[in-house]
């Protein structure tokens, strides 16, 4: 649901979107689909004429951080796709609490459990490898 409001030099939008998207779980590294919703309004200035790439410089500057409409059609697919990009978690995970993979033998903790005991050391990869090459070293 999008509603369009235009005026002389601005074209409102607002409405709500609804989609699933495919996401990896940060923990598990699972392909899981991500319903998410959000609500959007925004405005766009309408440059009309002149393409932006060869407006005049004070235009090009007044214009560089706004969202703007220079033909006379607006575009929502490239501003959808940014809302979906925004939307995403930044680490999505397939449930609250999922376990993820065990950082010793990379079962998924889900599904089964292991006998690593990794309570007492968190190994940090990094500095695993760092220990690695160190005593890889010939002295
Ligand atoms: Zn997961
Ligand atoms: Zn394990």
Same mark, same amino acid.
């Given at each position: 649901?999008?509603?369009?409001?235009? *005026? /002389?030099?601005?074209?409102?939008?607002?409405?709500?979107?609804?989609?699933?998207?495919? /996401?990896?779980?940060?923990?598990?590294?699972?392909? $899981?689909?991500?319903?998410?919703?959000?609500? $959007? *309004?925004? /405005? $766009?200035?309408?440059? +009309?004429?002149?393409?932006?790439? *060869?407006? %005049?410089?004070? &235009?090009?500057?007044?214009?560089?951080?706004?969202?703007?409409?220079?033909?006379?059609? &607006?575009?929502?697919?490239?501003?959808?796709?940014?809302?979906?990009?925004?939307?995403?978690?930044?680490? %999505? &995970?397939?449930? %609250?609490?999922?376990? =993820?993979?065990?950082? =010793?033998? =990379?079962?998924?903790?889900?599904?089964?459990?292991?006998?690593?005991?990794?309570?007492?050391?968190?190994?940090?990869?990094? &500095?695993? +490898?760092? @220990?690695?090459? +160190?005593?890889?070293? @010939?002295?």
């Amino acid at each position: 649901m999008v509603s369009v409001i235009c *005026s /002389a030099d601005k074209v409102l939008i607002s409405g709500n979107l609804e989609a699933s998207i495919e /996401a990896i779980c940060s923990r598990c590294l699972e392909t $899981f689909h991500h319903q998410f919703k959000t609500d $959007f *309004s925004d /405005a $766009f200035t309408l440059v +009309k004429g002149v393409p932006l790439d *060869s407006a %005049p410089e004070s &235009l090009a500057a007044e214009t560089a951080n706004m969202q703007t409409v220079t033909g006379d059609y &607006l575009y929502l697919d490239e501003y959808i796709r940014q809302l979906i990009i925004l939307a995403q978690e930044y680490s %999505p &995970l397939c449930k %609250p609490d999922c376990k =993820g993979l065990c950082a =010793g033998c =990379g079962a998924d903790l889900n599904q089964s459990t292991c006998s690593c005991d990794l309570d007492e050391e968190e190994v940090d990869i990094r &500095l695993l +490898k760092l @220990k690695e090459l +160190k005593s890889g070293r @010939k002295v």
